[in-house]
């Protein structure tokens, strides 16, 4: 079926104006969004002293991929805490846009990360309570290609929909 660029258009443009005269309707769209991916359990994390600890293991198998969504109105920094003795050289920290989700794969036992908003007076930001800031879910048994391990973003920000569609675009399979 052929679709011309004119009737996308059309269709996009009809959608919006639906969008913006229906009330309650985007609210609605985006209250959705924040809800857990289909199958990615409230497993494999904790939260303590304003602090998220993702522990794979916990769950099922140490390479896991965690699905994080991001509440607040603003964007969200994620700064990875590290002990001395680590044997990994770069910092997996992230941003994740307002009420958006990220997709962190990792093979670690056990990651940390404080939460931070923008602020002028502080150049790393101001530090907020990860518990009240993000929602976190982990699919704990994925099928990961051989290319596909290790520890990295898959996703930087996106909807809950648009997330799991770039997963599985990468070639990693959550069940």
């Not at 609210?27 to 959705?32: C, D, H, M, S, Y």
């Not at 920290?93 to 958006?100: E, F, G």
Request: aromatic share 10%; net charge positive; with cysteine.
């Amino acid at each position: 079926m052929k679709t011309n660029k004119k009737s996308l258009k059309f269709a996009s443009l009809l959608f919006l104006s639906l969008v913006a005269t229906v009330p309650g309707f985007a609210a609605t769209a985006v209250k959705e969004d924040n809800r857990y991916p289909l199958g990615c359990k409230d497993v494999g994390y904790k939260f303590k002293l304003k602090v998220l600890n993702l522990l794979p293991e916990e769950a099922g198998e140490q390479q896991s991929l965690y699905f994080i969504f991001n509440a607040l109105p603003q964007a969200i920094n994620l700064y990875q805490m590290r002990k001395d003795d680590s044997t990994r050289s770069m910092y997996l920290n992230h941003v994740i846009r307002a009420q958006q989700w990220a997709v962190l794969s990792t093979s670690e036992k056990e990651l940390k990360y404080i939460c931070t908003v923008d602020d002028a007076k502080q150049s790393y930001g101001k530090i907020v309570d990860c518990s009240q800031s993000l929602k976190v879910c982990e699919y704990a048994r994925v099928k990961y290609g051989m290319n596909n391990k290790g520890n990295y973003w898959v996703v930087n920000s996106n909807s809950r929909g648009g997330a799991v569609n770039e997963v599985i675009h990468y070639g990693i399979i959550p069940r």
